[in-house]
């Protein structure tokens, strides 16, 4: 079964706090690894990672794709309360997208 | 410009009741995917449409479930004799690509939440 793996299931940290949010996935298929934020709505794109070691940065939000160790890291400095949320990441299999369960992040003030 | 939007935002029905959730995707986009999400999980796939063509229906978890997409844009998705384990959010996304082997960022709709009583 293609499966992809995130952990941690959740996370409280503090506001100001650095976060590292980790996805592995199986090698099947694989085109590219995508990361979303998902608040009360539906999942809002963040970074599509096809290449591995080259970081993607968006702010404060970063994230970079190891293909040797099939795995995927977000990391969120500074967080803010703003960025508590359930982050997913998928792998691109063809046309479909084969989804984590998502770690729960949240920030307390 | 316009994202992709889904109706209705909440749908609550008896057991036993036929509903129909629909999806505008962004204007353009050639693919369009159905998901269910469970509370505390990520999606799960349904279905999926290139153009008016259902290429795969694997994931619609019984015959129930129906998706059409007739004149390529709009989609509607069909659940029959509705069960309490069909409550979840429904979501719609859509991208642009033709070529289903380059799988680009898909954009989500905000999806309907069915409540089944």
């Known amino acids: 079964e293609d499966k992809v793996v995130q952990s941690p299931l959740s996370l409280v940290v503090h506001e100001g706090d650095t976060v590292t949010l980790n996805c592995s996935y199986e090698v099947t298929n694989f085109r590219s690894l995508l990361w979303y934020k998902q608040e009360k709505k539906a999942p809002t794109f963040l970074f599509m990672l096809t290449s591995s070691g080259i970081e993607k940065k968006s702010g404060r939000l970063s994230s970079i794709l190891d293909k040797k160790e099939l795995s995927s890291i977000l990391n969120i400095t500074a967080t803010q309360t703003g960025d508590s949320a359930i982050y997913l990441c998928?792998?691109?299999?063809?046309?479909?997208?084969?989804w984590g369960a998502g770690t729960k992040l949240i920030i307390k003030p | 410009g316009a994202g992709v939007s889904q109706s209705p935002r909440y749908k609550v029905a008896k057991r036993g009741q036929d509903v129909a959730l629909r999806c505008d995707p962004i204007?353009?986009?050639?693919?369009l995917f159905w998901y269910q999400q469970a509370l505390g999980q990520g999606p799960e796939f349904l279905t999926y449409?290139?153009?008016?063509?259902?290429?795969?229906k694997s994931g619609l978890p019984s015959d129930r479930f129906f998706a059409e997409r007739p004149e390529g844009s709009v989609s509607t998705l069909k659940i029959q004799r509705t069960q309490q384990e069909d409550s979840a959010v429904y979501l719609c996304?859509?991208?642009?690509?033709?070529?289903?082997?380059?799988?680009?960022?898909?954009?989500f709709g905000p999806g309907t939440r069915l409540t089944v009583t």
């Open positions: 449409f290139q153009n008016e063509a259902q290429l795969d």
């Open positions: 204007s353009g986009h050639v693919s």
């Open positions: 996304a859509s991208s642009l690509p033709r070529d289903g082997a380059n799988s680009y960022e898909q954009y």
């Open positions: 998928a792998k691109s299999s063809n046309y479909q997208l084969i």
